[in-house]
Each structure stands twice: as C-alpha cells, then as structure tokens.
C-alpha cells in the first residue's frame, strides 16, 4: 500500500524464495501488482524462483476512496489516508479464504504492519497534548517528540486501527527489520529487548537485486526526467558535491516548511537533485516553484524532479530522505 513497504517486501519474497524448498506466495493488489510485474517475471521466468502472486480485490469504493486507489501515493490527499487502513481492513475475509485454500498451508506469513489480522502492543499517549514535547520512553540519546510527529499517528475517527495494528504486533513471533545491526546497533540492542530477541536484521534487502532494470521498473518509478538524463547530470558533477533529497510518499512537512526548504537550498549554493512527488500535499509547492521560477533560478546546479530518480552515483554526498531510501544509498556504497 506504500512503495517504502511494498519494494523491501517483494526484495524479501525474492530472497526467501532463492533458498532450497521454499515456495513464496506475495499477496497483493492489482495495481501494487502491475507495478511490480516486469522485476518479478524476471525473478520468476529467468532466475527460476518459486514466487506465485495473488491479486486480491482492494475495498476502494467501500472505504470510501477513488477507484483504483490503492497505495499512498495514488491518494486525492494525505486526508484521504484512513481510508487505505479501512480497506485494508475489509480485506480480511478475502485473506483468510485465501490462507485456508494455499496448498501446501503456509508455515509462514512475512506481513506488513498494516494488516494486523494476520497477527495482534497497544499503543498509549505519551503526552496529552498534539504539540508538547516527551521523551521518547527506553529510546537511547533523549529523543524528543510530539504526538504531532508521531508517524501515522491519528488523530481523527479510526484510531481503532492503529490500536489493532500495535496489537498484532505484540503478538507476532518476531519482527524482521530491513536495517542492519552496523547502522544502528544502539537501538537495535534495545529493540531486540523489547521483543525478547527475536529481531532479525536482514536488510538492505534491495541488494537481492540481479537486474539493473529492477530498480527502474519497481514501484511508481514515473519521472519528469529521463534516467539517462539524470544520471548524465550527476556525472558532470564532483564526487561528493551533489544533496540529494527525497521525503518519500508521506511527507510530514507543511507548504510553508517545503518552500522554506527550497529557499535554503537555493541559500546554499550547493549542488543537488530534489525528488518531488506530485501528490497533494506538494500542490502548493509546486505552484510557487512555478510561479517563482525557482528551477530557472538555481539552475544548472540544482534540479527538480516530479516522480522518482535515480541515487547511485558518486557525486551524491550530502543526502536527507526517508529509511527505504537511506538503506538503497548504502546499499550502493
């Protein structure tokens, strides 16, 4: 339902299947599935791996969204998001019909938080308001939060959802992280205590990849720039000179914080590649970068990208985005 979830979770099912006497069977929707079906009939067709995929019907109209609306990034608006929890919800009577005609039964289920039937920590306030600080409980270094910034923390009709969510996990055997222990070991060692040892770092998963068209063809990897063109960009660039900034499907910030993040960029004179969704949420973004010449501006050191693009190279030095993308970074290293 999110491409941050969806991508490590096929890279999963790739490396899962590549050991002897494992059948994998993904899950999905069909749209999540077409996104994915050219790396997978590579994975299935040319590597011979014993990965089947299941298309289920996602609830849109039910929950109350578009047709077809069945990731985060396809969304109207970030309002829109308890949607995509209530239809994930409806799911379940056709993911239990589904478990119970596998054959053979699975002795496994790898499932994404979002879907807590599948498994049951429910999840207590701390702070009593949106905007005050707290300390964030058994977390090394003193770090401070608001509710506010709590990721997927709602706030409106629905928390049901991620009391259920929190549940689920609680009760699940163990939790596989898409991390290594060399990257954060310090927190780590006290997830592992939460979770009575069983945390198994087996990331950075997108290394399962064989084909260089894999991360081109994965996700919604649609870009206002051709690859080619971008790559060819960032290698007129010197090593380590380039910021490379993308805030991923769900970005917590206001207009005003992205507008005020392109004012600085254009402050520092550096070199760097923006990747922008062209979702709602960036709408007004988008706009003043129009309205503003802002590309025009910080040209030729500076490019805006609508869509996705492409990280490894050496000239990216400095960079400020989500955890998938920090993992595929070191990934490259």
């Known amino acids: 339902m999110a491409q941050g979830h969806m991508i490590p979770m096929v890279d999963i099912a790739k490396l899962l299947a590549s050991r002897h006497g494992v059948l994998v069977t993904i899950v999905t929707t069909p749209v999540n599935a077409a996104r994915f079906k050219s790396p997978l009939d590579r994975a299935i067709n040319e590597l011979r791996l014993p990965i089947t995929v299941v298309q289920l019907r996602f609830p849109c109209s039910e929950a109350g969204l578009p047709e077809n609306c069945e990731c985060v990034d396809l969304l109207p608006s970030v309002a829109s998001l308890a949607g995509i929890f209530r239809a994930a919800a409806l ?46 409980p058994g977390f090394p270094g003193g770090i401070e939060l608001t509710r506010e910034q709590l990721p997927l923390q709602s706030k409106k009709p629905g928390d049901d959802l991620g009391k259920a969510e929190s549940e689920a996990e609680s009760e699940a055997y163990g939790v596989i992280v898409n991390s290594f222990e060399e990257m954060e070991a310090e927190y780590l060692k006290e ?43 960032l290698d007129d660039k010197e090593c380590n000179s380039a910021i490379y900034i993308c805030l991923g499907s769900i970005c917590n910030l206001s207009s005003a914080q992205l507008i005020e993040l392109a004012l600085g960029l254009e402050a520092s004179e550096k070199v760097f590649v923006w990747v922008v969704k062209e979702i709602e949420k960036t709408k007004e973004l988008l706009e003043w970068m129009a309205d503003e010449k802002f590309e025009e501006r910080v040209s030729p050191r500076g490019m805006v990208i609508r869509g996705w693009a492409p990280q490894c190279r050496g000239s990216i030095g400095d960079v400020a985005y989500v955890c998938g993308s920090i993992l595929q970074r070191e990934a490259n290293r």
């Open 191 to 233: 997830f592992k205590e939460a979770k009575q040892g069983r945390v198994w770092c087996v990331g950075p998963v997108s290394l399962t990849k064989r084909f260089e068209l894999d991360d081109l063809e994965r996700g919604n990897s649609s870009s206002s720039v051709r690859v080619d063109q971008c790559l060819s960009w």
């Open 91 to 136: 799911m379940e009577p056709q993911v239990e019909t589904l478990f119970q005609t596998l054959n053979p039964p699975p002795s496994c289920i790898v499932s994404d938080f979002c879907l807590p039937y599948t498994n049951r920590d429910e999840f207590q306030s701390c702070a009593s308001s949106d905007h005050e600080y707290f300390v964030v």
